[in-house]
């Protein structure tokens, strides 16, 4: 076995494991799949989609996707933990720039109290 051949992987149902174009590495398949859209191109022999075509294709594949209702409920779910997580995320850089105020004398610079209740009763009353 040659180096070049011992440094592809090998997959593990498959007794002579990875041949041809999935042996090589990702950049290189690139590279030749690039050469190939571009000679497709020069020939006239790529197809180009229409605005139409896209949008046909596009909803062809919602549907098909959206069939997976286990699959979209993951979606779901994933996206409302993200947001759920950007929400306290929001809140907590919220909270943390209300207290870099600097203090002087056991009160925040420029206010006349350290506490919210202490906000709300001033506000209430008036300062003084």
Do not use: Y
């Amino acid at each position: 076995m040659t180096s070049k051949q011992a440094s592809h992987a090998q997959e593990p149902d498959s007794p002579k494991g990875l041949q041809g174009f999935a042996s090589m590495d990702e950049e290189r398949q690139r590279e030749i799949a690039s050469k190939g859209g571009h000679a497709a191109h020069e020939k006239g022999t790529a197809h180009k989609f229409t605005p139409e075509e896209a949008r046909e294709a596009g909803r062809k594949g919602g549907e098909t996707v959206s069939e997976d209702r286990q699959h979209m409920a993951e979606i779901g779910r994933k996206g409302g933990e993200r947001s759920h997580r950007n929400d306290r995320a929001t809140e907590q850089n919220k909270k943390q720039d209300r207290h870099e105020t600097p203090m002087v004398s056991g009160k925040q610079e420029g206010g006349e109290s350290e506490t919210e209740e202490e906000d709300e009763e001033i506000s209430k009353t008036g300062a003084q």
